[in-house]
């Protein structure tokens, strides 16, 4: 059984950085595609980043530069790194494991930016 464990949210101060980290067990990480999600009070979860089975990264145009995506498969962690935090960075942060057609979800970590 594939299980998602989100760490490192927390509040910070705008313009300072974060990074979370997903935990995987039950699978071998490389083995399929990670995905970070962002949800706001009162909104669907948005996508933010991905990073494939075999290591290609993309993350959403509004983000670039500011969020990266990374994975140490040793760990079998996947990591989204943000830097210049703002307010609206302000959410739930999600992963999900992508493998066979199947999707597992994390419990989610919660990020607070004060302005």
């Known amino acids: 059984q594939v299980q998602l464990v989100e760490s490192g949210g927390g509040l910070v101060q705008a313009g300072g950085s974060l990074t979370l980290s997903c935990t995987v067990s039950?699978?071998?990480?490389?083995?399929?595609?990670m995905r970070w999600f962002h949800q706001r009070p009162g909104a669907s979860r948005e996508f933010v980043a991905g990073?494939?089975?075999?290591?290609?990264?993309n993350v959403i145009d509004s983000v670039a530069g500011r969020f990266t995506i990374s994975r140490d498969s040793a760990k079998q962690e996947v990591y989204l790194q943000i830097n210049s935090l703002a307010p609206e960075d302000s959410g739930h942060y999600y992963c999900?494991?992508?493998?066979?057609?199947?999707?597992?979800w994390g419990q989610g970590t919660q990020v607070t930016v004060s302005a």
């Open positions: 990073i494939s089975a075999g290591g290609a990264t």
């Open positions: 999900n494991f992508l493998l066979q057609g199947r999707v597992t």
């Open positions: 039950g699978a071998t990480i490389g083995s399929g595609a």
